[in-house]
Protein backbone atom coordinates (compact mmCIF):
# COMPACT_ATOMS: atom_id res chain seq x y z
CA UNK A 1 0.00 0.00 0.00
CA UNK A 2 1.07 3.15 -0.58
CA UNK A 3 2.18 5.76 2.34
CA UNK A 4 3.63 8.85 3.68
CA UNK A 5 4.99 9.01 7.23
CA UNK A 6 6.13 12.25 8.78
CA UNK A 7 7.20 11.68 11.81
CA UNK A 8 7.37 15.14 13.00
CA UNK A 9 4.28 16.75 14.20
CA UNK A 10 5.97 20.13 14.59
CA UNK A 11 9.38 21.75 15.28
CA UNK A 12 10.51 24.84 16.59
CA UNK A 13 14.01 26.88 15.36
CA UNK A 14 15.59 30.02 16.27
CA UNK A 15 16.27 31.77 13.15
CA UNK A 16 19.50 30.98 11.29
CA UNK A 17 19.36 27.46 12.14
CA UNK A 18 19.62 24.52 10.21
CA UNK A 19 16.48 22.09 10.36
CA UNK A 20 15.88 18.43 8.83
CA UNK A 21 12.56 17.75 7.96
CA UNK A 22 11.95 13.83 7.68
CA UNK A 23 9.51 11.75 5.11
CA UNK A 24 9.09 8.16 4.62
CA UNK A 25 7.27 7.13 1.88
CA UNK A 26 5.75 3.76 1.62
CA UNK A 27 5.34 1.97 -1.85
CA UNK A 28 4.84 -1.65 -4.44
CA UNK A 29 6.03 0.18 -7.07
CA UNK A 30 9.51 0.08 -8.51
CA UNK A 31 8.90 3.81 -10.63
CA UNK A 32 7.34 6.48 -8.79
CA UNK A 33 7.81 10.02 -7.63
CA UNK A 34 8.26 12.39 -4.49
CA UNK A 35 7.20 15.80 -3.86
CA UNK A 36 7.60 18.22 -1.17
CA UNK A 37 4.70 21.30 -0.77
CA UNK A 38 4.74 24.24 1.22
CA UNK A 39 1.54 25.40 3.02
CA UNK A 40 1.88 29.29 4.71
CA UNK A 41 -0.43 30.35 6.41
CA UNK A 42 -2.69 31.53 3.86
CA UNK A 43 -3.50 27.88 2.70
CA UNK A 44 -2.29 27.76 -1.06
CA UNK A 45 0.14 24.62 -1.17
CA UNK A 46 3.52 25.44 -2.92
CA UNK A 47 5.19 23.01 -5.19
CA UNK A 48 8.57 23.19 -3.81
CA UNK A 49 10.70 19.72 -6.00
CA UNK A 50 9.81 17.04 -7.86
CA UNK A 51 11.97 13.63 -8.14
CA UNK A 52 11.75 10.49 -9.18
CA UNK A 53 12.38 7.26 -8.22
CA UNK A 54 15.44 6.67 -10.99
CA UNK A 55 17.06 9.81 -9.79
CA UNK A 56 19.25 9.54 -5.92
CA UNK A 57 20.75 12.60 -6.69
CA UNK A 58 20.53 15.08 -4.27
CA UNK A 59 19.72 18.48 -5.02
CA UNK A 60 19.89 22.05 -3.53
CA UNK A 61 18.18 25.21 -4.33
CA UNK A 62 19.53 28.09 -2.73
CA UNK A 63 18.97 27.22 1.09
CA UNK A 64 16.90 24.26 0.31
CA UNK A 65 18.09 20.59 -0.06
CA UNK A 66 16.74 17.10 -0.37
CA UNK A 67 18.65 13.90 0.61
CA UNK A 68 16.45 10.93 -1.34
CA UNK A 69 17.11 7.66 -0.25
CA UNK A 70 15.41 4.62 -1.60
CA UNK A 71 17.58 2.43 0.62
CA UNK A 72 16.18 3.59 3.60
CA UNK A 73 12.98 5.10 1.72
CA UNK A 74 13.59 8.38 2.71
CA UNK A 75 13.16 12.26 1.21
CA UNK A 76 14.17 14.20 3.66
CA UNK A 77 14.16 18.28 3.23
CA UNK A 78 16.71 20.37 4.86
CA UNK A 79 16.76 23.99 5.41
CA UNK A 80 19.75 26.24 5.93
CA UNK A 81 20.18 28.97 7.94
CA UNK A 82 16.24 29.11 8.34
CA UNK A 83 14.39 32.22 8.40
CA UNK A 84 11.23 33.60 10.07
CA UNK A 85 9.84 33.25 6.47
CA UNK A 86 10.17 29.79 6.32
CA UNK A 87 7.37 29.45 8.98
CA UNK A 88 4.48 27.12 7.66
CA UNK A 89 3.37 23.28 7.17
CA UNK A 90 5.85 21.16 4.99
CA UNK A 91 4.04 18.29 2.72
CA UNK A 92 5.84 15.35 1.54
CA UNK A 93 4.03 13.02 -1.32
CA UNK A 94 4.36 10.59 -3.73
CA UNK A 95 2.86 9.37 -6.99
CA UNK A 96 2.84 6.15 -8.16
CA UNK A 97 3.76 5.58 -11.79
CA UNK A 98 0.37 2.80 -12.37
CA UNK A 99 -1.80 5.74 -11.01
CA UNK A 100 -2.31 7.21 -14.74
CA UNK A 101 -4.19 10.31 -12.89
CA UNK A 102 -1.23 11.20 -11.28
CA UNK A 103 -3.08 11.80 -7.87
CA UNK A 104 -0.91 12.67 -4.86
CA UNK A 105 -0.30 10.81 -1.11
CA UNK A 106 0.38 13.40 1.26
CA UNK A 107 2.16 12.91 4.80
CA UNK A 108 0.30 14.32 7.51
CA UNK A 109 2.79 17.04 7.58
CA UNK A 110 5.30 18.78 9.69
CA UNK A 111 4.62 22.48 11.03
CA UNK A 112 7.99 24.47 11.34
CA UNK A 113 7.79 27.75 13.58
CA UNK A 114 11.15 29.64 12.88
CA UNK A 115 11.27 32.06 15.85
CA UNK A 116 13.39 35.62 15.56
CA UNK B 1 -6.29 35.05 -13.17
CA UNK B 2 -2.83 33.36 -13.34
CA UNK B 3 -3.78 30.98 -10.10
CA UNK B 4 -6.56 28.40 -9.68
CA UNK B 5 -9.49 29.89 -7.78
CA UNK B 6 -11.87 28.94 -5.51
CA UNK B 7 -15.11 29.94 -4.16
CA UNK B 8 -16.13 30.72 -1.54
CA UNK B 9 -13.29 30.85 0.41
CA UNK B 10 -15.34 30.53 3.66
CA UNK B 11 -18.93 28.61 3.50
CA UNK B 12 -20.64 27.96 6.81
CA UNK B 13 -24.23 25.90 7.14
CA UNK B 14 -26.18 24.06 8.81
CA UNK B 15 -26.45 20.19 9.22
CA UNK B 16 -28.39 18.96 6.67
CA UNK B 17 -28.02 21.79 3.79
CA UNK B 18 -26.88 21.36 0.64
CA UNK B 19 -23.20 22.73 -0.52
CA UNK B 20 -21.42 23.59 -3.45
CA UNK B 21 -17.85 24.77 -4.16
CA UNK B 22 -16.72 25.94 -7.47
CA UNK B 23 -13.14 26.02 -8.69
CA UNK B 24 -11.52 27.57 -11.52
CA UNK B 25 -8.46 26.05 -12.58
CA UNK B 26 -5.49 27.54 -14.27
CA UNK B 27 -6.50 27.89 -18.26
CA UNK B 28 -5.83 25.44 -20.24
CA UNK B 29 -5.08 22.58 -17.45
CA UNK B 30 -6.51 20.15 -18.32
CA UNK B 31 -6.31 17.65 -15.15
CA UNK B 32 -8.25 18.96 -12.06
CA UNK B 33 -7.79 17.72 -8.01
CA UNK B 34 -10.04 17.79 -5.36
CA UNK B 35 -8.50 17.25 -2.00
CA UNK B 36 -10.19 17.62 1.13
CA UNK B 37 -7.84 18.96 3.91
CA UNK B 38 -8.80 18.64 7.80
CA UNK B 39 -7.04 20.10 10.84
CA UNK B 40 -3.67 19.29 11.23
CA UNK B 41 -3.72 16.72 8.32
CA UNK B 42 -1.67 16.53 5.04
CA UNK B 43 -4.69 17.00 2.04
CA UNK B 44 -6.64 13.73 1.11
CA UNK B 45 -7.76 12.71 -2.52
CA UNK B 46 -11.47 13.25 -3.18
CA UNK B 47 -11.46 13.14 -7.25
CA UNK B 48 -9.42 13.60 -9.95
CA UNK B 49 -10.79 14.69 -14.13
CA UNK B 50 -9.10 14.46 -17.41
CA UNK B 51 -10.97 17.05 -18.97
CA UNK B 52 -14.51 16.67 -18.61
CA UNK B 53 -14.31 13.12 -17.41
CA UNK B 54 -13.86 11.77 -13.70
CA UNK B 55 -11.04 9.63 -14.19
CA UNK B 56 -10.94 8.75 -10.66
CA UNK B 57 -13.14 8.77 -7.97
CA UNK B 58 -11.89 6.62 -5.49
CA UNK B 59 -11.80 9.18 -2.45
CA UNK B 60 -15.04 10.63 -2.67
CA UNK B 61 -15.90 9.24 0.87
CA UNK B 62 -19.87 8.42 -0.10
CA UNK B 63 -22.43 9.36 -2.13
CA UNK B 64 -23.29 12.44 -0.83
CA UNK B 65 -20.30 13.83 -3.01
CA UNK B 66 -20.70 14.45 -6.46
CA UNK B 67 -18.28 16.56 -8.30
CA UNK B 68 -18.73 17.28 -12.17
CA UNK B 69 -16.45 19.64 -14.69
CA UNK B 70 -19.12 19.74 -17.97
CA UNK B 71 -17.26 21.89 -20.32
CA UNK B 72 -13.73 20.51 -18.92
CA UNK B 73 -12.83 23.81 -17.22
CA UNK B 74 -14.62 24.79 -13.56
CA UNK B 75 -14.99 21.89 -11.86
CA UNK B 76 -18.04 21.84 -8.92
CA UNK B 77 -18.28 20.27 -5.89
CA UNK B 78 -21.35 19.06 -4.62
CA UNK B 79 -22.11 18.17 -0.84
CA UNK B 80 -25.67 16.88 -0.13
CA UNK B 81 -27.09 16.44 3.69
CA UNK B 82 -23.83 18.03 4.70
CA UNK B 83 -22.75 16.88 8.20
CA UNK B 84 -20.72 17.99 10.87
CA UNK B 85 -17.77 15.71 9.69
CA UNK B 86 -18.01 17.17 6.84
CA UNK B 87 -16.41 20.71 7.90
CA UNK B 88 -12.64 20.70 6.22
CA UNK B 89 -10.79 22.82 3.91
CA UNK B 90 -11.80 21.69 0.17
CA UNK B 91 -8.60 22.34 -2.12
CA UNK B 92 -8.70 22.38 -5.95
CA UNK B 93 -5.36 21.55 -7.85
CA UNK B 94 -5.05 21.74 -11.39
CA UNK B 95 -2.09 20.27 -13.84
CA UNK B 96 -0.75 21.15 -17.40
CA UNK B 97 -1.21 17.09 -17.89
CA UNK B 98 -2.04 14.04 -16.54
CA UNK B 99 -0.02 11.51 -15.71
CA UNK B 100 2.99 11.34 -12.99
CA UNK B 101 5.18 14.00 -14.24
CA UNK B 102 2.82 17.35 -13.77
CA UNK B 103 3.21 19.00 -11.28
CA UNK B 104 -0.17 20.19 -9.16
CA UNK B 105 -1.33 24.02 -9.11
CA UNK B 106 -3.40 24.48 -6.16
CA UNK B 107 -6.10 27.04 -4.50
CA UNK B 108 -6.37 28.73 -1.44
CA UNK B 109 -9.16 26.31 -0.44
CA UNK B 110 -12.67 26.39 0.63
CA UNK B 111 -13.28 26.46 4.33
CA UNK B 112 -16.10 24.81 4.99
CA UNK B 113 -18.26 24.52 8.53
CA UNK B 114 -20.84 22.64 9.06
CA UNK B 115 -22.37 23.75 12.34
Known amino acids: AQKVTQAQTEISVVEKEDVTLDCVYE???????LFWYKQPPSGELVFLIR??????QNEISGRYSWNFQKSTSSFNFTITASQVVDSAVYFC?????????????FGQGTELSVKP | GAGVSQTPSNKVTEKGKYVELRCDPISGHTALYWYRQSLGQGPEFLIY????????DSGLPNDRFFAVRPEGSVSTLKIQRTERGDSAVYLC?????????????FGEGSRLTVL
Open chain 1, 27 to 33: TRDTTYY
Open chain 1, 51 to 56: RNSFDE
Open chain 2, 93 to 105: ASSEVSGYTGELF
Open chain 1, 93 to 105: ALRESYNQGGKLI
Open chain 2, 49 to 56: FQGTGAAD
